[in-house]
């Protein structure tokens, strides 16, 4: 079963602390737990904000099950069982509807497993009320692409960096999770941007300008939306990128001026994904 959903349960409770404490959880806030497994960040998050109410989505049946019994009595806990990227835009969407819920503040936290990873951070780009906070424990491959900016730019960071400022807060030893991984593991933050860059247009701007990154941003720029070379030119031009750089040399001020730049040309930029 741990093998099968790549589970590598964390164990070490100073680790633990330190993850939820991270969270900053005030009263009234609502926090996502994502594999939640036997409980052990779950009861540290009730011990550091009782008055927060916490969402654990778990996917193994027996472990939901376990902890269904265990917090039965606890007002300030519901679980749910399944796959947190199916539930979560659900879950998210009736939190800002429910006229009572709607002005609250929710946080996401969990030790991910690898196979999720990529398609939970799609996810929080495209769900249309942002956390405001997430705290998540990934390889530690995965956070350095996570926070990667000028000179190292990638999809994952531009994709994360459109609402998000993320950042590698401390490292975890293989010895805090059992079974250990074979990988190191990181903690990274997920700070909500007052500005949201995250839309369809962008995503599919992105994808076109990192599609291969070997390649350079204007051949890039020009297959991916279909551009002729001169009008892709002036674009990148008007834009203030040179044509000759890579996808890695760019930052997210110059794909918001691109973006830009492409609606206001009635481009390709207003398309959808």
Not at 119 to 135: H, M, S, Y
Not at 155 to 163: V, Y
Request: aromatic letters at 6%; glycine letters at 8%; proline letters at 5%.
């Amino acid at each position: 079963m741990q093998q099968r959903l790549g589970q590598h349960f964390l164990k070490d409770k100073k680790v633990l602390a330190r993850i939820a404490a991270s969270l900053e959880m005030e009263s009234g806030d609502v926090v996502f737990e994502i594999g939640p497994g036997h409980g052990e960040l779950t009861r540290e998050l009730l011990a550091q904000a009782p008055e927060a109410k916490i969402i654990a989505i778990e996917r193994d049946p027996e472990l939901a099950a376990a902890l269904k019994h265990e917090f039965a009595e606890n007002p300030d806990l519901e679980i749910f069982r399944g796959d947190a990227v199916a539930l979560l835009p659900k879950l998210t969407s009736e939190l800002a509807k429910n006229t009572a819920d709607a002005a609250k503040t929710y946080k996401v936290t969990g030790n991910i497993p690898y196979y999720i990873t990529g398609r939970l951070f799609r996810l929080l780009g495209d769900v249309k009320k942002k956390p405001a906070r997430c705290i998540f424990t990934v390889q530690r491959e995965v956070g350095e692409r996570a926070v990667a900016k000028n000179g190292k730019m990638n999809l994952l960071s531009a994709s994360l960096q459109s609402w998000a400022e993320p950042k590698i807060l401390f490292n975890i030893g293989r010895g805090a999770f059992s079974p250990p991984p074979e990988v190191d593991s990181v903690v990274i933050l997920l700070e909500r941007k007052p500005k949201n860059l995250a839309s369809g247009a962008y995503f599919k701007l992105i994808r076109a300008l990192f599609k291969q990154p070997r390649k350079t941003i204007l051949n890039n720029f020009r297959s991916g939306l279909n551009l002729q070379r001169e009008e892709a030119e002036a674009l990148l031009i008007g834009s203030g990128i040179l044509s000759e750089q890579r996808p890695q040399d760019l930052n997210i001020e110059a794909i918001e001026a691109l973006l830009h730049t492409l609606v206001k040309a009635g481009g390709q930029g207003k398309s959808g994904k």
